[in-house]
Structures are given as structure tokens and as C-alpha cells.
């Protein structure tokens, strides 16, 4: 990405230094180093009448290469979970080191404080848990024995929903081009 021509100069990490501010917590961002060793997921869950919902996922490993994924979640009745996940296609794609480092730095906004055993889960600022509430967007950071996720929910509103909401438009023109992929994000608030 041409840094010079960004319509998201400061959203997007391309201003004269990396943008440091959480958008889920009161810390600062995670250095390059820590988030260049992470396996990073960014999933897109569009739900349906029934039992199955689409999913499109991107998965950023410390190599550089990421792996887009698009299939189904099966849906156990009235808990929300999921016991079984289909896949229809992968592609791997080798990413440019600039434009992978960019992508870790707006995940990163993301990330809770620390990744441990117990994979602690956040929200946008502003946003508080909604026990059954849908979760449309999510960011999964991978460390081998230890993790975190970000959670975007339906229902979740106000300034933390709409700059997260910003923020994964912006990441779009970024990630590998996969048709229809922004019907899955989550609508703007």
C-alpha cells in the first residue's frame, strides 16, 4: 500500500509512527516483535436461519504467509457454541513484509494486554458482554500455550464499536481480495 495515498493514514499505521492506542483496554499496543511471533485469525461470522452460519477467516502466521478460509459453524441449540466447523476453500497467500507488519500493528489494537493459558477475550471500549448475543467479528492471537480473543458482538454500540468498525474497513483493502467480502462485516452503528 501505497502509505502516501491512504484514505486511513492514522487507522492504518501508515502516519510517521505506528499508531499505538488500544482499542479495548487502557495498554499500549503490543511492540512489532511480540505481535511478528503471533499466529493472528480474523474471523467474519454471517448468520442464517438455522443451525449453520458463513465464516470467512484470515489467519496470519509469523512467516508472513495467510491463509484465507471460508465455510460453515454448526451451532449447538441455545448456548451459542459450535461442534463443528466446515471448510469450502483455502488459498494461502505470501504477503509482503511492509503490508504483514501493517496488518499485525491494526490487529494488535486489538489484542488484549496479555495472552495467557487461560485465553482471555476483550470488547471494544465500551461494549460489555452480551451472554447471548452474536459474536460477528473476532481476532484470535496464538502464542503456542498461550492466547487471547477479541470479540465484536451484535447489539455492541457506541464511539469503541464504530472506530473498531472503521478500523476493519480499512483492513479490508489490505487483506487478500476474496469476493463478496464485505458482506461480512459487521454493519456500521
Not at 43 to 69: C, I, N, W
Not at 97 to 122: H, S, W, Y
Amino acid at each position: 500500500m501505497d502509505c502516501s495515498r491512504s484514505a486511513f493514514p492514522v487507522i492504518t499505521g501508515c502516519g510517521n509512527r505506528p499508531r499505538t492506542e488500544s482499542l479495548v483496554g487502557d495498554w499500549p499496543v503490543a511492540s512489532d516483535a511480540t505481535l511478528a511471533g503471533e499466529s493472528i485469525t480474523l474471523q467474519f461470522r454471517k448468520y442464517g436461519d438455522g443451525d449453520l452460519s458463513r465464516t470467512l477467516s484470515y489467519t496470519l502466521a509469523p512467516d508472513g504467509r495467510m491463509t484465507v478460509e471460508r465455510g460453515d459453524d454448526h451451532h449447538v441449540c441455545c448456548f451459542g457454541g459450535v461442534d463443528g466447523h466446515f471448510i469450502d476453500s483455502r488459498k494461502i497467500y505470501g504477503l509482503p513484509q511492509g503490508r504483514a507488519m501493517q496488518l499485525r500493528r491494526m490487529f494488535g489494537r486489538l489484542r488484549p494486554e496479555k495472552l495467557t493459558a487461560d485465553l482471555p477475550f476483550v470488547l471494544p471500549t465500551g461494549c460489555t458482554y452480551i451472554f447471548d448475543g452474536r459474536t460477528v467479528a473476532g481476532v484470535n492471537f496464538d502464542k503456542g500455550a498461550a492466547g487471547g480473543s477479541f470479540i465484536f458482538q451484535s447489539g455492541c454500540d457506541g464511539d469503541g464499536a464504530r472506530q473498531v468498525q472503521r478500523m476493519l474497513r480499512a483492513m479490508q483493502t489490505l487483506l487478500p481480495p476474496v469476493n463478496n467480502s464485505r458482506a461480512y462485516l459487521p454493519p456500521a452503528t
